[in-house]
């Protein structure tokens, strides 16, 4: 059902304004317009990513970490919420997997091996 489906690799990174991906494409790195989103949910994505971005800090060593429990719980609610807007903006074009955990390496994976 799904191969003709683009699939959009839903998690953060540093720098990024928005955590959309998509492999085997020539720019990898998407942003919202690459797929025609509201102007809401891309407003949302990219305050989500600054969010992100200010808050998952550099911890001593060479892990990232939280600043509050609040912030990150707010993360992961607001992530959901902005995860579930985007399969439904999507729908019938492509797929979107969240990858924002348990990717070999990453940061959501670290994040992961803490809680």
Excluded: C
């Amino acid at each position: 059902m799904g191969d003709h489906l683009r699939k959009i690799r839903y998690f953060p990174d540093f720098g990024r304004k928005s955590p959309l991906w998509e492999s085997f494409t020539d720019k990898y790195a998407m942003d919202p317009s690459d797929y025609g989103l509201s102007d809401e949910l891309s407003r949302r994505l990219r305050e989500l990513m600054s969010f992100w971005n200010s808050h998952f800090i550099d911890a001593p060593g060479s892990d990232f970490e939280w600043d509050s429990a609040e912030n990150e719980q707010f993360y992961w609610t607001e992530g959901d919420r902005l995860l579930e807007r985007l399969r439904s903006e999507v729908d019938g074009i492509a797929i979107v997997l969240d990858e924002r955990r348990g990717r070999p390496g990453s940061i959501a994976e670290a994040t992961e091996t803490k809680r």
